[in-house]
Each structure stands twice: as C-alpha cells, then as structure tokens.
C-alpha cells in the first residue's frame, strides 16, 4: 500500500474527508513529520527518504522543482497534485481513495500525477 505525506498547501477540507472514508489509509502531514516551513526541495526529499507520495495542492512551484529532481536522476515516491478548482474537497477526496485503491506499492514511484486526471 503507498503511503502518503499531505503537503502545507494542500487543503485541509480534503485530508479530513479523505480520512474519514479511508480511515486506514496511511497519511501523514508535513507537520507531523516535522516538515513545516521546509521548502519543497526538503519535502520531496524527505518523502523519497520515507517512500511517501506527496500530495500538494501547489501546482506552481513543487510541481516543477519534482520534474527536476526526475531529470537530475534522483528518485522520488510521487506527487499528486490536486486542482480544486476543479474539484471539491469531497471531489477531491473521492479521487484519491481511488487513485490509491488502484495503484500498487511503488507504482507512483517517479511520477506526477494531476487530478482531476
């Protein structure tokens, strides 16, 4: 089962519906592992560290800095990036227990996934 690190930018609406219809599935905040206020290069690292897909609602900047770390060769566990305004949190979180029911331990494993897809 991949597990996942909830970014600062993402919203929290979505990480409580998420949790509650997903209740085992594992997720940590940036927070929690005591990422706040670190940037997203310290963010995608630790999380490739600790095999944690990132899920950010930052399509600015961590998106980038992601395809980055791809072309320099260095492994990471995975970015989601979720579009909300395209997607309620509900939406949001519906899209995720799918995306995570479907794909198999590492299979997001150097990739940056949009959603809605």
């Known amino acids: ?9 993402a919203n929290e609406d979505a990480l409580r519906a998420w949790r509650q ?17 670190s940037s997203d290069a310290e963010v995608l690292e630790w999380a490739a560290l600790h095999r944690r897909v990132v899920v950010t609602q930052d399509r600015n900047t961590l998106p980038g800095i992601a395809a980055e770390r791809l072309r320099a060769g260095r492994f990471m566990a995975g970015v989601v990036v979720l579009d909300l305004t395209q997607l309620s949190p509900g939406a949001a ?13 590492g299979e997001l494993f150097n990739r940056i996934v949009f959603l809605p897809l």
């Open 1 to 9: 089962m991949n597990q996942f690190l909830w970014d600062e930018n």
């Open 21 to 37: 219809r997903d209740p085992d599935r594992d997720i940590l905040t940036v927070h929690a592992a005591g990422l706040s206020q």
């Open 93 to 105: 979180a519906d899209e995720l227990m799918v995306l995570a029911g479907v794909s198999l331990p």
